[in-house]
Structure formats: structure tokens, C-alpha cells
């Protein structure tokens, strides 16, 4: 194997592996978005920290004092 023949085949390589990894990012682009379809939104939210929403004052009953 020649000099230049080594370097084809390494540039053959790297063009390969270019090509897949932008094909297979797109792949798994489109895959998400119709998964988002499908799926209800309680399972799209981030799984950041959540806080309980604070009890509105309509909600309650006051207290009765004696």
C-alpha cells in the first residue's frame, strides 16, 4: 500500500464517519419530535427541581376561633 492509497483511505474514513454522525444526529432529531406527539406532556417536563404550588386562601376553611 502506497503513500497516497493510505491517505485515501483514511479521508475515505473521516467522510464516513462525518456523514453517520450528522445522519444518525438527524435520525434521532426526527425520532424525538414524533415521539413528543405521542407522549403526554407530564412526561416532557424537565426533571429540574419541582415545588409544590402554594394552597390558594379560597381553598381553606378559616379557623374558628372561641
Do not use: C, H, N
Amino acid at each position: 500500500m502506497t503513500f497516497l492509497e493510505l491517505l485515501d483511505v483514511i479521508v475515505l474514513t473521516s467522510a464516513v464517519t462525518v456523514v453517520l454522525t450528522l445522519l444518525s444526529r438527524r435520525i434521532r432529531l426526527r425520532l424525538k419530535v414524533s415521539l413528543e406527539q405521542y407522549l403526554r406532556p407530564r412526561y416532557l417536563k424537565s426533571r429540574g427541581v419541582r415545588r409544590r404550588a402554594s394552597a390558594s386562601s379560597s381553598s381553606r376553611t378559616p379557623d374558628e376561633s372561641v
